[in-house]
């Protein structure tokens, strides 16, 4: 019998034939490596480690341990090798960072179209934006265009002077109108979670997990929705009077409030061309992999959490902070839920990912023991 | 490519290998001279799965714990074929001029 099938007849033992010690002292090395490379590959190389062991041996070996920890130190560095365990991670997060990125700068420049545009042919003049708004979203461009490479410095540095310029705006508004950090704390969490995910994205590139059926899709759709309030202006029948003020009708004769985001004039354009683009950003999503599918969402949920609790549980601070002067400032209760809101909401929905594919996979390892059981089985009757 | 990752594709060229057999059969065909531990085992394997030239053929479960075998994609069988090709030119260069060495005078090899 060769060493192999000796090893393979009592290879990866159990606990039972395998000193104990050794196996704990394997697991401690072990729990060195990052999460992911350990969930996917823990296991096995506990067994590998177990079988490649001498009978009796209670210590791991000195090249054993030094190969051990050289790995899993080099995996912490971001070192190749932790692939496809934090594949699925890393692909989100790249998504995830493009899809926001995009709509950072999709959703101002939509405003700023329309706005130019209605002021252009109401006035014949040009509203003035102030050099904030323009670097902020000169930065969420450049971000956004170097999501689709591999610049992972560049697109997360965009990302986060992006981001540091929707909170210093937020914070330099508090004292005068808390209202408005209040009303505008979604896009805060929606531009830092963008940032983070750019940050944490690696190598790894949206348009790449998004493959390119996808990413064209992706691509038309944050096209159209930049132009929608454009062509809405454009169509529209503006009837400026001498004093000044004038009035507008959206094409189609239907003016509708604005679905997604508030500008000059939406009309029937903006009620069928908007939905159907968010329609079909929706089915793209939707026909991914499972495991990127869950993390997107655990990425988007407190930016959603925000956006859905905050409006109606701070409505009475938002309706009674204007009737002062100075207006009322938040307290530490609310600081603290606006501020925990989104760490507990993205916390529990990591660990409701974690726990599902936890959950699937040792399914998977059921039955497929169930499966080489009944296999067992029948082989005798055959 | 570097060599452990060239071993063990050419350990799994032969049939679906689990963690354990790649190890020896690495040592084996390399005649005892590479010995791959566990770490970098694993690290090479993840990093070749990513890659696509490897892929898990199937799992099982051998007393309560987890034994994965992995086999060779087409993309890897062609990687192994093109840098086995890339290896030997470089081989039949090396000896090429080692022939001719020989043969040049003042060399004290002739």
Redesign the interface.
């Known amino acids: 019998m060769s060493?192999?099938e000796a090893?393979?007849s009592a290879?990866?033992?159990?606990p039972d034939e395998t000193d104990h010690r050794l196996e704990r002292r394997y697991e401690r090395l072990l729990a060195l490596f990052p999460a992911g490379?350990r969930a996917?590959?823990g296991?096995?190389?506990?067994?590998?480690?177990l079988?490649?062991a001498r009978p009796g041996q209670r210590f791991p070996g000195l090249?054993?341990t030094a190969?051990?920890?050289?790995?899993?130190v080099?995996?912490r560095l971001g070192g190749?090798?932790?692939?496809?365990?934090d594949?699925r991670r890393a692909g989100a997060a790249a998504v995830y960072g493009l899809l926001a990125a995009l709509a950072m700068v999709v959703f101002p420049l939509r405003d700023i179209g329309s706005e130019l545009l209605w002021s252009w042919r109401m006035w014949g003049e040009q509203l003035a934006y102030s050099p904030g708004v323009w670097a902020s979203l000169a930065a969420w461009s450049v971000a956004a265009a170097a999501a689709f490479t591999r610049f992972r410095a560049v697109a997360a540095l965009a990302a986060w002077a992006g981001a540091l310029y929707q909170v210093a705006r937020m914070a330099r508004a508090y004292f005068e109108s808390p209202g408005y950090l209040v009303q505008s704390w979604w896009v805060a969490v929606f531009a830092v979670s963008a940032a983070l995910a750019l940050t944490a994205r690696g190598s790894a590139r949206g348009q790449s997990v998004l493959g390119t059926r996808r990413t064209a899709v992706v691509a038309v759709a944050a096209a159209t929705l930049t132009v929608v309030p454009t062509a809405e202006m454009l169509l529209a029948t503006i009837e400026p009077r001498p004093d000044g003020f004038g009035s507008s009708h959206a094409w189609g004769g239907i003016s509708v409030d604005g679905m997604f985001g508030s500008y000059s004039v939406e009309g029937v354009i903006s009620m069928v061309v908007d939905p159907l683009c968010v329609l079909a950003l929706l089915a793209c999503l939707s026909g991914m992999a499972s495991g990127i599918r869950r993390r997107l969402a655990a990425m988007v949920m407190p930016t959603l959490a925000v956006a859905a609790t905050v409006p109606p549980l701070f409505n009475g601070f938002l309706m009674s902070t204007v009737r002062f002067d100075p207006p009322v400032l938040l307290s530490a209760g609310e600081w603290l839920y606006l501020v925990g809101l989104p760490l507990v909401t993205f916390l529990l929905g990591a660990l409701l990912v974690e726990r599902a594919e936890r959950h699937a996979y040792l399914i998977g390892?059921g039955r497929?023991?169930e499966r080489?059981a009944r296999l067992r089985q029948a082989e005798p009757s055959a | 490519m570097g060599e452990p990752a060239f071993l063990i594709l050419t350990a799994l060229a032969a049939e679906p290998k689990h963690?354990?057999?790649v190890?020896?059969d690495v040592r084996e065909i390399s005649e005892g001279r590479v010995r791959l531990?566990?770490?970098?085992?694993?690290?090479?394997?993840?990093?070749l799965?990513?890659g696509g030239l490897i892929a898990v053929d199937?799992?099982?479960?051998?007393?309560?714990?987890?034994?994965?075998y992995y086999r060779l994609t087409g993309a890897g069988q062609q990687r192994l074929a093109e840098e086995s090709e890339r290896l030997r030119r470089n081989a039949d260069a090396a000896a090429a001029r080692l022939a001719a060495l020989r043969f040049l005078p003042g060399t004290g090899a002739a």
């Not at chain 1, 296991?43 to 480690?49: R, S, Y």
């Not at chain 2, 531990?37 to 090479?44: A, C, E, F, I, R």
């Not at chain 2, 199937?58 to 994965?68: A, T, Y």
């Open positions: 060493e192999l090893h393979g290879d990866q033992s159990g490379h996917e590959y296991d096995e190389m506990l067994g590998v480690l079988t490649a090249r054993e190969d051990l920890v050289g790995c899993a080099w995996m190749r090798g932790g692939g496809v365990a594949g390892l497929a023991a080489e | 963690g354990y057999a190890i020896e531990h566990t770490g970098t085992l694993y690290s090479v394997l993840d990093r799965r990513e199937r799992e099982e479960i051998v007393r309560s714990r987890l034994r994965r």
